[in-house]
C-alpha cells in the first residue's frame, strides 16, 4: 500500500543544496523516516543520483551505533565527500541518539554535540545534510534554538485525509467515518482489524509519547499531565485555559496545582506535538486576546484512544479535522472574533461576541470558515452565517458541512462545501 505525501516531497525537493541543515519534525511515529529513506531516496534515484551518493546513517540500529559519537560521524563523512567532485546527500535518521563526548581540545571540560557535527558537515559544498528526529528530545523549539538560521524545517503530521483517500479509495463517505475514529497515524493502515488499531493509538499515548515527555521534562507529577491531556481530549473546539484547568483539577478533587504549572505542562504537550493552540483574534480590532483560546489534538484517533473511543460528538471532532487540514496547508489559523450589537433582559444594547471558527492567512490570501455538521433548520443557518455579516470586508467565506454533497454559492456568495470535497480539495484557498 502506498501512501502519497507529495507536500512533504515538494519541500524537500525545494530546499535542495540550499545550504542549510534540513531537519524533519513532526510527531512521533508520523512517517518522517519513511519520507527520507523510501520516498525521497526513490525521487532522487528517479532523477539521476545514484545510490552510492546517498549516505543513510540510522543511529537506533546497531550497525550505525559507533557514529552516535558526533566526532566519528563527522569523520565518517568527510572521509566519504570531502574533495570528491560529486554531489552527496547525508541522510541522518533519530538523531536524537546521538551522544555527547567530551571535547579532546578543550581543558574547561565542553562537550561536542551533533549540533556541532553536523554544522561542520553543513560547510561541505558537495554535501546536502538531512536529519529526522522521533522522540520529544528532538523538538523542533530546541532545533530551532540550536539552528537558527542554518536550518530548514520540515514540519510532518499525521496523513491528512487526502493521503488517507489515496490508500484507502472507495466511498469517500466511508472513507472520512473511519478516518474521523481512527485517524491518520499511517500504521493504523496496516492493522489488521478494529481491535488491533485501538490497541496500537493506546500503546501509543501510554508507552510513547507520555514517556518521552516524563523523562525529557523530568515531570515530577505525570499524574496531573495524564489528567491535563484528558481534558483537552474531551475539551477539543472550546475555550479554555490554564487557570480553568487548575480549576477543574481542583474541582474533582484530582489536584491541587497552579495555573502556572498547568501552563507549563501544557506547553510540553504542544512541543512533543501532540497539541496546538489556536488563538481568538478580534478580526475588527486587529489584535488578539489573552485568553482563552482553543485546544486542537495533532491527530483524531490518538484523541479517541486517549478517552477510550467514547466522546464522539461529530460537531467538534469535524472541527479539528478542518483545523488540521489548515495547518497542514501551511495556514496561520485563528478563532475569528466580532461583535454584534443585541438588546439584554433590562432594555439596553450590548455588544455580543459572535465567533467564526477559524480565520486563515496565508500571505496575502484570507479566508473566514465556519465548521458545520448540519443546517437543518433556518435558525441554525442564521447562527452560523450571522458572524460573516459582521466582519465587514469581502473575503472568501466558507460553510464546511456533513450534510451535503455537491458544492453551491448562496445569494451572499458564502461557499457551503461537504467536508470530503473541502478536505481533498487544496487549491480551494
Given amino acids: 500500500m502506498e501512501i502519497k505525501r507529495d507536500i512533504y516531497l515538494q519541500q524537500l525537493v525545494s530546499y535542495r543544496f540550499d545550504g542549510l541543515v534540513k531537519v524533519i519534525t513532526g510527531i512521533r511515529r508520523c512517517g518522517k523516516s519513511y519520507l527520507l529513506k523510501k520516498i525521497y531516496r526513490d525521487y532522487l534515484i528517479q532523477n539521476g543520483v545514484r545510490d552510492e551518493q546517498i549516505i543513510t546513517i540510522e543511529l537506533d540500529l546497531t550497525k550505525d551505533i559507533k557514529y ?28 536524537q541518539m546521538s551522544d555527547t563526548v567530551a571535547n579532546p ?31 520529544s528530545r528532538m523538538l523542533s523549539s530546541d ?32 472513507a472520512f467515518d473511519e478516518y474521523a475514529f481512527y485517524g491518520g497515524m499511517p500504521l493504523i493502515l496496516t492493522r489488521p482489524d478494529d481491535m488491533a488499531k485501538m490497541r496500537y493509538l493506546k500503546a501509543l499515548f501510554t508507552e510513547v509519547y507520555i514517556k518521552d515527555i516524563v523523562e525529557r521534562r523530568k515531570i515530577e507529577r505525570q499524574d496531573v499531565l495524564e489528567q491535563i491531556i484528558d481534558l483537552l481530549c474531551s475539551s477539543i473546539g472550546s475555550l479554555t485555559n490554564p487557570v480553568r484547568i487548575a480549576d477543574t483539577l481542583k474541582s474533582k478533587q484530582i489536584a491541587v496545582v497552579s495555573s502556572n504549572t498547568v501552563r507549563a505542562y501544557i506547553g510540553h504537550l504542544e512541543d512533543a506535538f ?54 497542514n496547508r501551511q495556514f496561520l489559523v485563528d478563532v475569528g472574533v466580532v461583535y454584534a450589537r443585541t438588546v439584554n433582559q433590562t432594555g439596553n444594547s450590548v455588544r455580543t461576541p459572535r465567533e467564526i471558527d477559524f480565520v486563515v492567512t496565508s500571505g496575502g490570501k484570507k479566508a473566514y470558515i465556519q465548521s458545520a455538521y448540519a443546517m437543518p433548520t433556518e435558525e441554525k443557518v442564521e447562527t452560523e452565517l450571522r458572524p460573516f455579516a459582521l466582519t465587514g470586508d469581502s473575503f472568501p467565506k466558507i460553510v464546511v458541512r456533513r450534510d451535503i454533497g455537491k458544492r453551491w454559492y448562496d445569494d451572499k456568495g458564502i461557499l457551503n462545501i461537504g467536508i470530503t470535497d473541502f478536505l481533498l480539495d487544496r487549491e480551494l484557498i
Fill in 68 to 95: 552516535r559519537n558526533p566526532l566519528l560521524l563527522s569523520s565518517y563523512v568527510r572521509g566519504l565527500v570531502e574533495g570528491k567532485t560529486e554531489e552527496y546527500y547525508l541522510f541522518v535518521d533519530e538523531i
Fill in 105 to 135: 581540545y578543550s581543558s574547561e571540560g565542553k562537550r561536542i554535540t551533533f549540533y556541532d557535527a553536523l554544522n561542520d558537515l553543513r560547510s561541505l559544498p558537495n554535501l546536502d545534510v538531512y536529519v529526522t528526529g522521533s522522540n
Fill in 274 to 327: 501532540l497539541f496546538s493552540e489556536s488563538k481568538r483574534y478580534d478580526i475588527k480590532g486587529k489584535s488578539y486576546f489573552d485568553s482563552p483560546n482553543k485546544y486542537y489534538c495533532e491527530d483524531l484517533g490518538l484523541r479517541n484512544a486517549r478517552i477510550g473511543f467514547r466522546q464522539q460528538e461529530m460537531t467538534h471532532i469535524m472541527e479539528n479535522i478542518i483545523y488540521n487540514e489548515l495547518v
Fill in 143 to 174: 532545533i530551532l534554538t540550536e539552528f537558527r538560521g542554518r536550518s530548514d524545517e520540515i514540519r510532518v503530521h499525521p496523513l491528512s485525509f487526502a493521503e488517507y483517500y489515496s490508500a484507502v479509495g472507495g466511498d469517500k463517505g466511508e
